[in-house]
């Protein structure tokens, strides 16, 4: 079994920051990317920010230069770092990872519970 858990949940001004992390538990191989997705009430569920196992990194364009994407590899965890929040970054924000939980498996998707992100103008 493998479990992400969120954490981080908060409100928050605008302009303000909030870092967000997510820790993967549980039988675990390989972590492929790890992600940040988002989910504002009415709204599809959108890509924010993926981080490769090397490093590299992704942003939808309405986060570069405000949010960072790191992870800690021997610790299994993600982070996104928000600065310079909007009322338009109010969402759930969700982890995601592309995992191997053994060599013999195929990669799987698996996803947190979710996280509320309030930001009041």
């Known amino acids: 079994q493998v479990q992400l858990v969120e954490s981080g949940e908060g409100l928050v001004q605008a302009g303000g920051s909030l870092r967000l992390a997510c820790v993967a538990s549980g039988s675990i191989f390989f972590i492929y990317a790890m992600n940040w997705y988002r989910q504002a009430p009415g709204k599809q569920r959108e890509l924010v920010a993926t981080i490769t196992s090397g490093g590299g990194t992704y942003y939808v364009d309405s986060v570069k230069g405000r949010f960072t994407i790191s992870r800690d590899n021997a610790k299994n965890k993600v982070y996104l770092q928000m600065n310079g929040l909007n009322a338009e970054d109010t969402a759930v924000y969700y982890c995601?990872?592309?995992?191997?939980?053994?060599?013999?498996?195929?990669?799987?998707?698996?996803w947190g519970q979710g996280t509320q992100v309030t930001v009041s103008s």
């Open positions: 995601n990872a592309d995992l191997r939980i053994n060599p013999l498996t195929s990669r799987n998707n698996f």
